[in-house]
């Protein structure tokens, strides 16, 4: 290098320009250095004239370095740059060098000149030097290098490490530098380091000694393995030595784990050195190459193994040892061997190393699932239950080591297994593989689970039950078993009890999918028929709305019934229908209404309730089951049998009966009779099992309103006998009598009872709901009078809510020992003979002792307000709800008309107008005819 170089210096510490610029004039002359303090005054100073280096400290108050340098590079593209910076950031340096950057310096504190002076003498070009001789070149690579590169003199002493010291053994370059180089090498082997140096710098190189291994000593005293290679040179009359030390810890562990990993091969293994001779042998391979034992060391493979010429043996070993590269490969040898391998071979400089195995079997098993693969896709062709049967059995033969073959398949009629198209289970033995229904192949299909047995001789089974000895027995799920074997023990191999499983596993997918199939079509058959049936429903479910209108605008039970008979009747596929109502004195379902093609029918029937010849039809069963009954062909279904006749000559050929009912009342049945067998299916049952319980309510809630308008009442007294009712009995123990004041209907449908009882104990009353089901909580409210009020809960479906529910108020309960005596109001109109019933139905002795007539209607508390709110405005009802839960009515009153008129947003003489219409609409009704 020749020549002043102007060096431009962009650092902001005036402190550190001062150290750089002192050393530079001291001892580096043929270096000029000009220094700046930002990036801007370094561009005025690059426009002033030409600059040899620009070097740039990373933070710069305008910007930062790599920024400025970068920029450099881009407007002057050869002049060498040096970027530094205050951390070792191997990031930062990638960037840096990748911009364009020529160097990278870690800036130490303070900063070292000498190190910075290096950086730019080696980015500096000499313009005689190639560029792969230059110290920038060599300054690179030895930054960019990750093994640790030094260089030491004949003293050892350490004149130059790079950075990647510090990653190896924790010492920073400039720690090192002036050291001795002994302080990288342990004790152990300080004494053969520095002989080994002497030996070979007394040589001139000539010792071996250029590769060598060694143990390092960290900064921290602890060791680290080194592979260490020398080069030795000249310089300026003195001799240097630089070697590369690389940390192989981590390739010491992995050979480590290769030894013993070696060690552990169950595979054949031989080795081959270069001329294609072996050099070992395990003894897996001595068993399956060298089964005569020779001896095979140092013979060669080709003169003891000359099959192996020109085949894939030949030719990928010699493309491995060509190549250097791994093969894999799988190879037949013919005779003597004759044998499939799977080999593995590694190429080295001075051998190949081979592993193998033996796959002969895998060959095999993959020849057996090759053949099961086409017998799959042959089965999915099978249309019949015997085709694929007949291909299973072949499959068989051809894929099992098993001469004896058969399957079995569920007869569902006669309930046993038997043998497919005969009586033999298999050609080749002639007979019944097993001469009982019941044992091994019923066992297998009825359990689901497969039998492989060695020896059957061994097993209970008597000799002359079976003439196999050896057996694998897989259910077919639902359609029976598949059975291989043979007449000799011990004949069955794993892969044989695998290829069958896998061939039972197909044949049942087989015989499921033809199942299918045959089901699809019955399916689509049915299909057709369900469409029809769905139409049909469809018009009944018009025709059903129809008589809901029908129904809401009746007077009577007689015009609604007549109302329902006429709609049907006039809908197909009715023929005609009927409703009859429930005779309690002669048991007979009577004729109340018909509509259709009628001819005398009614007149020629009788029908009962009871269970007689004349109770068994659907009419009966539909009174007593409350559910619909359906006799689809009354041709040939026996239970119509005292009405077939009749029914046949005026065109009826199925029936259905309908109960109508509201809760657990019943108020008669409906008769419908079609003109085509198999008429009413699943659905259209369903519809008309809820128009049914339809015309119920509506029935019930005429029954309802005429209770409503009546205006008398009768009070119904009745002596009850029955030892197991828990409430009679409770009542008889404490002497107490029931008063029931009033009932409440709540949201949950259960029934708030109310109810008064002289001298009574409030715990023990209220103890009542551990003793009796219908009472879910009994809970005592207050005295009165000298009588205690208690809240009783009673369940929906319990006694007394049935009879609230159907107009009937309980009014006394009370028992001795001589019985229990109740007395409950009824409306003048009811029919006194259904509250006897529900008596008789509840109680084991009834007798009604007396009737007494009212003055006064009968009205439960849910039909008062429902009245109530019927003749309220929904401004009213919203004012008068909203003064009660507000505390308008109470004393003193929590709120003012004139607050609840703010909370609606009207005047207050508005609410005051409401709440007094409201009240006046409430007393009417309360005194109304006193």
Known sequence: MTGSIPVLYVEPDPAAVDTVVTAVSEEYPELSITAVGSAAEARDRLADGPVGCVVSAYDLPDANGLELLEAVGSEHRDLPTVLVAGRDDGVLAREALSAGVSDYLRRSDPIEPALLVRRIEGVVPDSDTPVERSGAHVEALTHAASDVIVTVDEAGTIRFVNEAVEDVFGYRPEELVGEPVTTLVSDVDTDRYLDDLREYLRTDGEADWGHTELTGCRKDDSTVPLELSFGRFEYDGRRFITGIARDISEHRRLRSELDELIGRVTDAFYGLDSEWRFTYLNERADELINPEGKELIGETVWEQFPGALDT????????????????????????????????????????????????????????????????????????????????AIEAVDETLSLPIASIKVYNSETGYLEPVGGDWDSPAVGRRLFESRRTVPWQVFASGEPAVYDDLNATDLPAEETPLRSAIVLPLGKHGVLIAGSDEPDAISEDDVALAEILAANTTSALDRVDRERALREQTERLEEQNTALERVQRLNAVIRGIVQELTHASTHETAMQAVCDRLADSEPYRFVWIGIHDPATDEITPEAFGGVEEGYLDEITVTADESSTGMGPAGRAFRSHEPSVQNDLYTDPPFEPWRQAALERGYRSSISIPIVHRDTIYGVLNLYAEEANAFNGTERDALGELGETIGYALNALDRKRDLVSDRSLDLEFRLHDPADPLLALLAEHDYTIEFENTVHRADDSLQAFVAIDEADPETVSGFEREVDDIEESRFVREQDGAYLFAWTLAPSSFFPSLVDQGVLPRLLAADADGGRAVVRISRTAAVRSVIDRFEARYDEVELIAQRERDEPITTQREFETEFKDLLTDRQEEILRLATVSGFFEWPRATTAQQIADMIGVSQPTVSRHLRAGERTLFDLLFEGD
């Open 312 to 391: 894939g043996f030949e030719e990928q070993y010699r493309r491995a040892m060509e190549t250097q590269t791994p093969v894999a490969f799988e190879e037949h040898y013919p005779e003597p061997l004759d044998s499939w391998f799977e080999v593995r071979a590694y190429p080295s400089e001075t051998g190949l190393s081979v592993y193998f195995q033996d796959i002969d079997d895998r060959k095999r098993r993959e020849r057996q699932l090759e053949t099961l693969n086409e017998v799959s896709q042959e089965l999915t062709t099978a249309e019949t239950i015997e085709g694929v049967d007949r291909i």
